[in-house]
């Protein structure tokens, strides 16, 4: 399976330069982010290489006609899709198997200084999480203390 071509993905309006690779696992039920950097901002390209999970994008663009709309992907080592989260997004997952692996490659370095994080289940985004009813996610301690959307730094 080719999962970067760089030809073929700037004719698919994916420019990138990727600097960095890194590899996540997660259990069932858990759900990391809402994650982006406010500087050294990153374009990701997420790929789940075993299990499942369902793969969130959320546009923190304020001059944007699409600012705080999400759009969501299931992702698994079956069916091979790939996400494109691109610089000024929020990014997020729920693992739906046992466990998931993730690979990402992005555009810039990790710089947890400037790392910021969205409640998961913030009233103004209205993320479809497909939980069981009554659900409550896993959440990182990080991931527990994320800000609503209206009180985030996005991206002027």
Known sequence: METWHSKL????????????????RSVAGTIRGLH??????????????????????VDLRKPSENFGQWVGEMLSAENNKQIW???????????????????????????PEHGRTICWNDSDICIDWPLSEGQ????????????????AEVYE
Do not use: M
């Open 136 to 151: 409550q996610p896993i959440l990182s301690q990080k991931d527990q203390a994320g800000l609503p959307l209206q009180d």
């Open 9 to 24: 993905f700037k004719q698919a309006g994916i420019d990138a330069t990727f600097v960095q690779d890194n590899h996540s």
């Open 36 to 57: 982006y950097q406010i500087k050294q901002v990153q374009g990701k390209l997420i790929r789940v290489v075993k299990g499942e999970a369902f793969d969130v994008a």
């Open 85 to 111: 989260i691109p610089p000024g997004f929020a990014h997020g997952i729920l693992a739906l198997s046992e466990t998931v692996e993730i690979e990402y490659k992005c555009t810039d370095y990790y710089a």
